[in-house]
């Protein structure tokens, strides 16, 4: 079945460690997204691909970073750098190639606590 | 820059009975998208209804409505004949077309509970 695969689903770091976030989907979409999610602040983005080899900032992209050497990956390392890195991580993808509908297509999630 | 505001941290509705979701808006934008995106208690998110700024008929799925009001900003949710597996958190959402990468706006969420 087509779909977003975000692994792990649980993923406990001590402070001071990076730890990557990996999210494939075989929907043959071009863009790809990261948003954070915590509890009352809704969906915040982290960063987000148009095409391979390509990758922009979103609000919160300070502490991240990403990759898109291939259209169907787009892993999300947490750095050091992220003072407070404890959230639920969503990966999403969406069609583009100026054939927007707007929809994206959510995974179900990896949760990163920070110990 | 967009803002989402959605007013309503929680709600309930008793099953069968019909229950609406509010949320506002700021765009000094004329087209746009608007969407509602559900998540249960499995956290996968779910696209639930979708709006064009363009269109003056409100969208409907099933048992799910909108109403749109473009010069209000205003873009609530209506949920007819309650459902237990409608509980769940619901985000109302922004997008400005042709913008690089589909970025979505999202409001802080609703949860909705759904009470037999």
């Known amino acids: 079945d087509g779909g977003i695969t975000q692994s792990p689903k649980y993923l406990f770091r001590k402070e001071g460690q990076n730890v990557t976030l990996s999210c494939e989907q075989n929907l043959n979409h071009d863009a790809m997204y990261w948003y954070r999610q915590d509890p009352g602040q809704g969906l915040r983005l982290i960063y987000y691909?148009?095409?391979?080899?390509?990758?922009q900032k979103g609000d919160i992209a300070e502490g991240y970073s990403v990759s898109r050497e291939k259209k169907e990956s787009f892993p999300l390392t947490v750095t050091s750098a992220q003072k407070n890195p404890t959230a639920f991580y969503l990966c999403a993808s969406s069609i583009w190639a100026g054939r927007t509908t707007g929809e994206l297509f959510f995974g179900e999630g990896s949760r990163l606590t920070v110990l | 820059a967009q803002t989402v505001t959605q007013s309503q941290p929680e709600m309930s509705v008793q099953e069968a009975e019909t229950v609406t979701l509010s949320c506002t808006y700021d765009t000094s934008e004329n087209n746009y998208y608007l969407f509602w995106y559900k998540q249960p208690p499995s956290r996968q998110m779910i696209l639930v209804i979708r709006q064009e700024a363009y269109k003056q008929q409100n969208a409907t799925e099933n048992r799910f409505s909108v109403n749109f009001q473009k010069a209000a900003k205003s873009f609530s949710l209506k949920i007819s004949d309650s459902q237990l597996g409608d509980t769940a958190m619901y985000f109302c959402?922004?997008?400005?077309?042709?913008?690089?990468?589909?970025?979505?706006?999202f409001g802080a969420g609703t949860i909705l509970r759904v009470k037999s």
């Open positions: 959402a922004f997008m400005k077309p042709k913008e690089y990468g589909n970025k979505l706006v």
């Open positions: 691909s148009q095409i391979v080899n390509d990758f």
